[in-house]
């Protein structure tokens, strides 16, 4: 009887590690691919800052006349 007992314990404790080790899988799937997103962000956010800047630059020309 306590054989019987201990087995099932431990299927039970198995199945309990097996389930967490796939719920853990999944999580890092899932923050692997928001980590990736942000990296996309990121750059495309770093692309369109120096757009703005350029365009500040081209709107400003070369500063204030010169009057001679």
Request: cysteine-free.
């Amino acid at each position: 009887m306590q054989e019987q007992l201990n087995k099932r314990n431990t299927e039970t404790f198995e199945q309990a590690i097996k389930e967490l080790y796939e719920k853990s899988y999944d999580q890092r799937v899932y923050v692997d691919q928001l980590h990736s997103g942000l990296l996309a962000l990121q750059e495309r956010l770093n692309a369109l800052e120096q757009q703005l800047i350029i365009q500040k630059v081209q709107l400003t020309g070369l500063g204030p006349s010169v009057r001679n």
